[in-house]
């Protein structure tokens, strides 16, 4: 949590441009973008991972993916589509220990992932 990137930029310790903040939420664009759109939400709580979720955060993450919903189609991304990823752990790539969703759309994504 001291040195987690994600809390800072939560914490607005480091920026980043923000499209979102509430209580329990942030996003803001990813700073390496993978996609025409390519925005972070993350809880302002720090959550190492997926697999650090109990039943207590079952409403935050329904949050957040409806959020994700919601940028999307703030980002015109409603008709055409976008992914939602979360990674979680060494072999799906996460790199970031702080809980996040990524939202990535604008363009035609292929499957299945690599
Ligand atoms: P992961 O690989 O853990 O699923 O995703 C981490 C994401 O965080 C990557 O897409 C990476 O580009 C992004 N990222 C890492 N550091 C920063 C940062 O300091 N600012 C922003 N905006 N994104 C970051
Ligand atoms: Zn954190």
Same mark, same amino acid.
């Given at each position: 949590?001291?040195?987690?990137?994600?809390?800072?930029i939560?914490?607005? !310790?480091i920026?980043? #441009? *923000?499209?979102?903040e %509430?209580?329990?939420l942030v996003a803001?664009?990813d700073a390496?973008?993978?996609?025409?759109t390519?925005?972070?939400?993350?809880?302002? !709580?720090?959550i190492p #991972? *997926?697999g650090?979720? %109990?039943?207590g955060h079952?409403?935050l993450?329904?949050?957040a993916?409806?959020?994700?919903a919601e940028?999307?189609?703030?980002?015109g991304l409603?008709?055409?589509?976008?992914?939602v990823?979360?990674?979680c752990g060494?072999?799906?790539?996460q790199?970031v220990?702080?809980?996040?969703f990524?939202?990535?759309g604008g363009?035609?994504?292929?499957?299945?992932?690599?």
């Amino acid at each position: 949590m001291g040195d987690c990137i994600f809390c800072k930029i939560a914490g607005k !310790e480091i920026p980043a #441009s *923000l499209v979102y903040e %509430d209580d329990q939420l942030v996003a803001f664009g990813d700073a390496n973008p993978q996609a025409p759109t390519h925005m972070l939400i993350i809880p302002r !709580e720090h959550i190492p #991972s *997926l697999g650090h979720l %109990d039943s207590g955060h079952d409403q935050l993450v329904g949050r957040a993916l409806r959020l994700a919903a919601e940028l999307a189609k703030g980002k015109g991304l409603g008709e055409r589509g976008y992914r939602v990823v979360v990674n979680c752990g060494p072999d799906a790539g996460q790199s970031v220990g702080h809980l996040h969703f990524h939202v990535l759309g604008g363009r035609v994504m292929g499957w299945p992932p690599g």
